[in-house]
């Protein structure tokens, strides 16, 4: 009757579910609502490609290397905010980085031209070995770090804040090489998915794209 939408109706329920099994009562559970995969998403929370070179060039502007080199990074091989310390100056010299991340390890390539940056900024900033980026204390960068410098740029480039996250680098990655390659396996296993199901989720093309494709269709008289 409030309007709850099915995610939070499924949350309640959970809840009284569980009551229901602890109070040995399993029969009394209720049936969760059926959730039909979307398939667009909310452009309002999507980074898209003009904004994130908006914010490439308001880290230049501003003179915050680190931070471009660090963006450019995130976007250009889909890895999580959490795996930035696997960038190593010797990734760097390989074009190839081992991931390794929730138990899982994986190996990603480096496109040339982000090699050729990050070695400018390690021989710039001193770094032979280890991670590329470094606090000033010489600890790698953490993800809080990573979105504070993000959402740093928001104003000056003109993008909303609620769209500017490391993750949402992760999505436009994954939906840039979907549409090149249309390979999903092949792009979950870049990103490190177990499900491909995952996968769809950053794929998925905003409202205004699927509106623009149901114009297209022309079936109306």
Same mark, same amino acid.
């Given at each position: &009757?409030? /309007?709850?939408?099915?995610?939070?109706? $499924?949350?309640?329920?959970?809840? @009284? $579910?569980?009551?229901?099994?602890?109070?040995?009562?399993?029969?009394?559970?209720?049936?969760?609502?059926?959730?039909?995969?979307?398939?667009?998403?909310?452009? /309002?929370?999507?980074?898209?490609?003009?904004?994130?070179?908006?914010?490439?060039?308001?880290?230049?502007?501003?003179?915050?290397?680190?931070?471009?080199?660090?963006?450019?990074?995130?976007?250009?091989?889909?890895?999580?905010?959490?795996?930035?310390?696997?960038?190593?100056?010797?990734? @760097?010299?390989?074009?190839?980085?081992?991931?390794?991340?929730?138990?899982?390890?994986?190996?990603?390539?480096?496109?040339?031209?982000?090699? +050729?940056?990050?070695?400018?900024?390690?021989?710039?900033?001193?770094? +032979?070995? /280890?991670?590329?980026?470094?606090?000033?204390?010489?600890?790698?960068?953490?993800?809080?770090?990573?979105?504070?410098?993000?959402?740093?740029?928001?104003?000056?480039?003109?993008?909303?804040?609620?769209?500017?996250?490391?993750? $949402?680098? &992760?999505?436009?990655?994954?939906?840039?090489?979907?549409?090149?390659?249309? $390979?999903?396996?092949?792009?979950?296993?870049?990103?490190? +998915?177990?499900?491909?199901?995952?996968? &769809?989720?950053?794929?998925?093309?905003?409202?205004?794209? +699927?509106?623009?494709?149901?114009?297209?269709?022309?079936?109306?008289?």
């Amino acid at each position: &009757r409030r /309007g709850y939408c099915a995610a939070s109706v $499924n949350a309640m329920l959970a809840a @009284v $579910n569980g009551y229901q099994e602890f109070r040995g009562a399993p029969e009394a559970k209720a049936r969760p609502l059926k959730r039909q995969r979307r398939v667009f998403c909310d452009a /309002g929370r999507e980074l898209t490609r003009a904004e994130y070179f908006r914010l490439l060039a308001a880290a230049r502007q501003s003179g915050r290397k680190r931070t471009l080199l660090v963006l450019q990074t995130l976007c250009a091989t889909g890895i999580r905010v959490s795996e930035l310390a696997f960038i190593t100056v010797e990734a @760097v010299r390989r074009g190839r980085a081992s991931i390794r991340c929730k138990g899982k390890c994986r190996d990603i390539l480096l496109p040339r031209a982000l090699c +050729h940056r990050l070695e400018r900024w390690c021989s710039r900033q001193r770094i +032979h070995t /280890g991670p590329v980026f470094l606090t000033r204390q010489g600890r790698p960068l953490d993800r809080v770090t990573v979105w504070r410098r993000m959402k740093a740029l928001c104003d000056q480039a003109g993008v909303a804040r609620g769209k500017v996250f490391p993750h $949402n680098l &992760r999505h436009l990655f994954a939906r840039t090489f979907y549409a090149l390659d249309k $390979n999903l396996a092949k792009l979950a296993d870049l990103l490190g +998915h177990s499900s491909i199901e995952t996968t &769809r989720i950053y794929i998925m093309e905003s409202g205004a794209e +699927h509106q623009k494709l149901l114009e297209r269709m022309h079936l109306l008289l």
